[in-house]
Structure formats: structure tokens, C-alpha cells
């Protein structure tokens, strides 16, 4: 009788494992899913105004943080405003550089609120005659569960989690 509970607590203690493995790899899959959809929201935007992205007039390089958007040439810090390149009868088309700000604002923001841990680096060539191309760096912070006593005793990096990296080239 004591044979068979050890057996069946053995059993359990393995099914509570491999449980919170299924839920670590699920939060870990969610995360990267996340990542890869707001990058493509955001050379989404990019592609959307041509006349800033891809008309040489962009900034070579902007970071954000948080729902903090960091531009040497302070063209996407300010503020931007709601607004589409589609004019109505009653307003004038959006300027480029505002809706762009728009853009990278609000990306940021919807960034924060789902990844609040993430930062991101655009870097852009703008140079004449060449077109435009930009790289898109996403950094975040995963952890997940450990699936053997070997990758616990890992280093930390490696066993709990730790900084993994998205890379995207946008040509606008």
C-alpha cells in the first residue's frame, strides 16, 4: 500500500511539472506572438506614410521605452496628433511628420501596456539616390520554468529567463 502512494505522489509531483511547463511555454509563446504583431503593426504605419518613412526626411534612428519615445531630431516627440492622410471635405490632410509622430507614439504606448518591460531601436538609412531602409530591434525580458535539473543549474540567463531579442527590416 505505501509503494503504490509513493508511486502515485511521484506521479503527481511529475504531472504538477510538466503543467507548469505547458503554462511557462504558454506565457513565453504569448509574449513573442505579442512582439512579432506590434512590429509588424508598426512597418505597418511606416509602409502608410511613404511621404515621411521613405521620403528621406526621417530621422536616422529613434528608441522608445515604455510608452516613451526617445528622437534626437524631436520630429517624433512631439506631440501627434489624431489625424489620416485622407482629407475630408472639411479638414486638410494630415502632415506627414505629425501623423508619424502619431504613429510612433501610440505604437509605444500599446507596447507599454502589453510588454510594460520592453525597449525598441529604429535605425534608418537615409541615404540619396539609395532607398529607404529601417531596423527595428525589440528587446523584452521572459521568464519561464526550468525543464531539467541541468538548465536549472544553468546560468541565470539561461534557466529562469532573461533578454531575448526581435529583429525586423522594414523598407518603407
Not at 531596423?135 to 521568464?143: A, M, Q
Request: one cysteine or more; a positive charge.
Amino acid at each position: 500500500m505505501l509503494v503504490a502512494i509513493l508511486l502515485v505522489s511521484i506521479g503527481i509531483f511529475g504531472f504538477a511539472k510538466m503543467q507548469a511547463l505547458a503554462l511557462s511555454s504558454t506565457q513565453v509563446a504569448s509574449s513573442r506572438s505579442i512582439v512579432a504583431m506590434q512590429a509588424a503593426s508598426l512597418a505597418a504605419a511606416m509602409h502608410g506614410n511613404r511621404k515621411f518613412w521613405g521620403g528621406g526626411t526621417a530621422p536616422t534612428s529613434f528608441t522608445t521605452k515604455g510608452a516613451v519615445v526617445t528622437d534626437t531630431s524631436n520630429v517624433l516627440t512631439a506631440t501627434g496628433v489624431a489625424c489620416s492622410q485622407a482629407a475630408t471635405p472639411s479638414t486638410a490632410p494630415c502632415a506627414p511628420d505629425k501623423l508619424a509622430a502619431y504613429d510612433v507614439q501610440q505604437w509605444a504606448a500599446h507596447m507599454a501596456g502589453l510588454l510594460p518591460d520592453y525597449s525598441s531601436t529604429v535605425t534608418c538609412s537615409n541615404t540619396a539616390g539609395i532607398p529607404v531602409s529601417c531596423v527595428l530591434n525589440i528587446v523584452w525580458t521572459e521568464k519561464y520554468v526550468s525543464i531539467s535539473r541541468s538548465t536549472a543549474s544553468a546560468p541565470t540567463s539561461f534557466a529562469t529567463g532573461g533578454d531575448r531579442f526581435y529583429t525586423l527590416y522594414i523598407e518603407p
